[in-house]
């Protein structure tokens, strides 16, 4: 695959600092990396590091930082629509069913609810993903962790794997 000349995601420079009631703390101190089309990047670090403070930044979810960040050569000022995020920890609501909890990106750009709760919108969105029950219950093995066993459910039936 060609890498295109132009960086698609640019950090330039990040510093981020808390205020905190001992003073200031610093999460992050002079930050650069580009990631251009077709690049994998991993950010590895112990715990407290400042990783999920870079994500969130990158994602457009905290502000308040020094330097630069751009997507396709735009600053991020917000959450933006071509970024998508996994949080570490648990982020599904779990009175929604599997298919809404997909949905909800689409619920909040707007989509209507007849829309983005059809097979064919979450699909055409993400790549053939078909939220059946019987794949729903296939994909919670035995092992699989109760936390999301439990809010893996079928719109049919709102069961637990």
Do not use: Y
Not at 6 to 29: H, I, N, W
Not at 30 to 42: K, W
Not at 52 to 78: E, K, M, R
Not at 90 to 119: C, D, H, Y
């Amino acid at each position: 695959m060609a890498q295109s000349s132009e960086p698609l995601l640019v950090v330039d420079d990040l510093v981020k600092e808390f205020r905190t009631p001992e003073g200031s703390l610093t999460a992050l101190e002079r930050i650069a990396f580009s990631v251009r089309e077709g690049e994998f990047v991993s950010v590895i670090g112990p715990s407290g590091c400042g990783k999920s403070t870079l994500f969130n930044i990158i994602g457009g979810l905290i502000g308040g930082f020094h330097g630069q960040v751009t997507i396709a050569g735009a600053p991020v000022s917000g959450p933006h629509a071509a970024i998508g995020m996994v949080f570490q920890e648990e982020s599904t609501f779990p009175w929604r069913t599997v298919v809404e909890n997909v949905a909800f990106p689409l619920e909040i750009q707007g989509m209507p609810k007849a829309k983005r709760l059809g097979a064919h919108a979450i699909s055409s969105r993400w790549s053939g993903l078909r939220a059946s029950s019987s794949a729903i219950r296939s994909s919670c093995p035995a092992a699989c962790a109760s936390g999301w066993r439990s809010r893996a459910r079928s719109p049919s039936s709102r069961r637990s794997c």
